[in-house]
T-cell receptor
Framework: GENVEQHPSTLSVQEGDSAVIKCTYS??????FPWYKQELGKRPQLIID?????GEKKDQRIAVTLNKTAKHFSLHITETQPEDSAVYFC????????????FGTGTRLTIIP | SAVISQKPSRDICQRGTSLTIQCQVD?????MFWYRQQPGQSLTLIAT?????????ESGFVIDKFPISRPNLTFSTLTVSNMSPEDSSIYLC???????????FGDGTRLSIL
C-alpha cells in the first residue's frame, strides 16, 4: 500500500519568513495530493490540493509543488503569520481522491513573532 | 462544502463499556470514513463506511471492536466496543462528495477511558 513520509516533524520560522514542508510517497499510481491544517483542538481543514496533471498550484500565500518523477510534493507558505501556527498534514491517494487518503505524520509549524 | 455534525464531542467512559459516535451530514455524500487520531499523532483510517453494506476495515481494525453502520447517504455511526484505556483518542468522521470533491472532516469526538 501507499506510504507517505513527511519532513520535518517540527519547524520554527520567524514571522514574515517562508516555511517549506516536504512529503514523499511510494505508490506511483497516486495522483491526488491534499494538504490539511489542524489547529490545536480543531478538526483538520483542507488548505490546498493538487492533482498530478499539474506541477504547481498557488492560493495567495500558499503553494504546493509536485515532482512526479521523484515522487515528492511540498507545501510552501510565504510571508508567514502567527495564525499559520498549526500542525500540517500531507496526504496522497489514487484516482484523483476517489480512493482512500494516506496521511503523512504531520509537521508542527510554529511562527515566532 | 458539506456541514458535518459529530456527536458526542467528548465523553469519559468506563473500561469495558461501549460508546456509539454519530456523524450526520447536511447533504448526500459519496464516501464516509472514520479515523482515529491519538494524541500528537497523525490520522489513521479505521474504515470506510459503505451505504447499505458492511464497512471496509483497514489492517489492524476489526468489526467486532469497531462496528460501523451507514443506513443512508447522510448518516453513519461508529461504535467503540469493550473500551480500554488504549482506546482513548479522538475519533473523526470524514466525508467526500461525488464528482471529485475533496474530503472534509467533522470536529471529532474526544474519548477518554478510565
Amino acid at each position: 500500500g501507499e506510504n507517505v513520509e513527511q519532513h520535518p516533524s517540527t519547524l520554527s520560522v520567524q514571522e514574515g519568513d517562508s516555511a517549506v514542508i516536504k512529503c514523499t510517497y511510494s505508490d506511483s499510481a497516486s495522483n491526488y495530493f491534499p494538504w490539511y491544517k489542524q489547529e490545536l483542538g480543531k478538526r483538520p481543514q483542507l488548505i490546498i490540493d493538487i492533482r498530478s496533471n499539474v506541477g504547481e498550484k498557488k492560493d495567495q500565500r500558499i503553494a504546493v509543488t509536485l515532482n512526479k518523477t521523484a515522487k515528492h510534493f511540498s507545501l510552501h507558505i510565504t510571508e508567514t503569520q502567527p495564525e499559520d501556527s498549526a500542525v500540517y498534514f500531507c496526504a496522497a491517494s489514487r484516482n484523483f481522491g476517489n480512493e482512500k487518503l494516506t496521511f503523512g505524520t504531520g509537521t508542527r509549524l510554529t511562527i515566532i513573532p | 462544502s458539506a456541514v458535518i455534525s459529530q456527536k458526542p464531542s467528548r465523553d469519559i467512559c468506563q473500561r469495558g463499556t461501549s460508546l456509539t459516535i454519530q456523524c450526520q451530514v447536511d447533504s448526500q455524500v459519496t464516501m464516509m470514513f472514520w479515523y482515529r487520531q491519538q494524541p500528537g499523532q497523525s490520522l489513521t483510517l479505521i474504515a470506510t463506511a459503505n451505504q447499505g453494506s458492511e464497512a471496509t476495515y483497514e489492517s489492524g481494525f476489526v468489526i467486532d471492536k469497531f462496528p460501523i453502520s451507514r443506513p443512508n447517504l447522510t448518516f453513519s455511526t461508529l461504535t467503540v466496543s469493550n473500551m480500554s484505556p488504549e482506546d482513548s483518542s479522538i475519533y473523526l468522521c470524514s466525508v467526500r462528495g461525488g464528482g471529485g470533491q475533496p474530503q472534509h472532516f467533522g470536529d471529532g469526538t474526544r474519548l477518554s477511558i478510565l
